[in-house]
């Protein structure tokens, strides 16, 4: 393989995963990752963390958490 068809092949992968990866920002939910409090929903997507492993984390004080007028996390 020359050194062009090295480069070409490289950059056809680059723009296939250039379109794979607008595809899935196009499709995913978008999370305004800009805001000081997430809800555990969007930490959860934005993680990638079940809510089930957040809320053990919190129990165990092992991330932040804020609780708005005592009630839930």
Known sequence: MTEKEMLQRILHDI?????LFQDSIS????????K???NTEECAELT??????????????????FKPNGNRV
């Open 36 to 38: 000081d409090i997430l």
């Open 27 to 34: 499709t995913d939910k978008t999370i305004d990752i800009g």
């Open 48 to 65: 990638g963390l079940k809510k089930s492993t957040l809320y053990r984390l919190t129990h165990e004080r092992k991330i932040p958490f």
């Open 15 to 19: 723009m296939v995963l250039k379109k």
